[in-house]
């Protein structure tokens, strides 16, 4: 089961959500995320940076309201809703990951497995009938044919009509969690810059998880960092980081990695060092013999003394 425990937020004139000091996220008895405060303006395109396990799909999936938050002193709001009570917010908000393929949806009451033989059109045809330019725009853009069977598409090719459903509908905020995942490298760019487009033109908020930094150097506002014990590291806008700024001024070919790689390589190596110091300060020193499992004891003995001290024991 999944906790939260925060305080009440305050959402500001302009801003996606502020969640005002995450005390605790708790799932099955292990404290995740502590004490966040997340605060992106309208328009913003925020990287959410963090080693595995640090809390990034957790983070975003309570903001995309798929857990169930525990109101101890406040809940966590999004354009000044609950996040998970309000189902209002899902005609505003958009939440991708990597679960969509292995899942099922809905069809006229059926649940209808996403490879079964259907067509593409077919896929929440409604859905994609209540916006018929956008859907156009998307299919163009994602290199999608409408007369593909979901039985017949490889996984990059059933990423990309997730993409196009879960986007078709207008977003103001935007969730990803690895999206980019199995999409090749042009179509991979091309989702990039119509998400730039997304946010400089309607106004639309992105939050975007991911390990994958290649053409993101410009593409970001905002940063949040979050590190291996579910706390921030860093937030900001891009031009605020002095490391960003350094890297500017070297004219490093792939900032955005340079910046995950400092941070991220930092938590390993202190992770490193804590485990030899565990390691080094709960080790048994053992005798030579009994390093080779308990079974060497007498190996290292000459044959006579052996001889000597089997027959002193059955005379004992």
Sequence with gaps: ?????????????????????IQQAVIIGMNVLHNLNLKLKTGSRCLLIGANGSGKSTLLRILAGRHLTQHQGGDVKILGLNSFRETKLNFHRAYLNTDWGMTSMAFVGASVPLCADIPVRKMMEKLQNSYPERRDELVRMLGIDLDWHMHQLSDGQRRRVQIMIGLVRPFKILLLDEITTSLDVCVRQDLLQWLVKESEERGATILYATHIFDGLDEWASDLFYLTNKGKCGWQGRMEELELYQQLQRDNHPAKMLAIADHWLRKELNEQRAKNQYEKAQYAVELDPTDRQGGYASGRNIPMEETTTQNKSQKKS
Excluded: F, K
């Design 1 to 21: 089961m999944y906790a939260l425990s925060v305080r009440p937020v305050i959402t500001g004139e302009g801003m996606l959500s502020e969640m005002n000091a």
